[in-house]
């Protein structure tokens, strides 16, 4: 038990290294938390760029801004057709039809073992090293569910959701400017757009 406490601090910690058998956990556990204080918001510059402290006053601000950021904003149709109009390529049909086809167990076993390992999991907390030692026992229901998605035209619920994350660059940590914000996507969407991705 205190080596599996051991390791999940590792892999938390994000260390690319270690030695089999070390019990060093503090050092993990020291990294996991100095990894946790350089996520933590205690104050936050409003749109002033007065200083203002607490919970709710750093995440209404965060909320203010990323709602400001990717509000809708509306398009040129004339621009767009502009622009669509120049292309002069198109596929041909055998390309299409190959596109078209339902995704098959080769392919989805091929984006498996190609997903990469210590990766922060999406909102289902599923990492990619589930799905690669358990992909033989879960493939044939992962496939009921592909085609699900195709015949319906539309992904799962879970699909559709992430974890947004946001990951400090540099400048002034109060600056909400001076961070950048991450997807955290669930794996079972990751296999699928890695395959469609591999089509392409």
């Known amino acids: 038990m ?11 910690s994000r260390i690319k290294w270690y ?7 503090k050092y993990f ?10 996520k933590l918001w205690t104050a936050i510059l409003d749109e002033n ?34 622009f669509l109009s120049n292309i002069t390529k198109t596929l041909s049909q055998t390309s299409y039809d190959y596109l078209e086809e ?3 167990l ?10 990469k390992m210590n990766k922060s999991p ?25 085609s699900y998605i195709f015949e319906h035209g539309e992904l799962t619920f879970s699909q559709y959701q992430a974890i947004i994350s946001l990951l400090y660059k ?5 600056d909400i400017g001076n961070w950048r914000p991450i997807s955290l996507l669930n794996c079972d969407y990751k296999i699928i757009t890695k395959v469609l991705a591999h089509r392409l």
């Open 49 to 82: 760029g007065v200083l203002k402290h607490g919970t709710d006053d750093v995440l209404k601000r965060q909320i203010e801004y990323y709602k400001k950021l990717y509000k809708e904003e509306p398009t040129s149709y004339e621009k767009q057709q502009f």
């Open 122 to 146: 999406g909102p289902d907390g599923l990492t990619s090293e589930f799905y690669q030692v358990f992909w033989n026992v879960i493939s044939p229901i992962f496939m009921e569910v592909i």
């Open 29 to 38: 556990h020291d990294l996991e938390k100095k990894r946790c204080k350089d």
């Open 170 to 174: 540099k400048g002034i940590r109060e």
């Open 102 to 104: 339902p995704l098959s």
């Open 106 to 115: 080769d392919e989805q076993s091929f984006a498996v073992k190609a997903m």
């Open 2 to 12: 205190y080596q599996k406490k051991c390791e999940g601090a590792r892999v938390r």
């Open 19 to 25: 030695e089999e058998g070390e019990t060093s956990s």
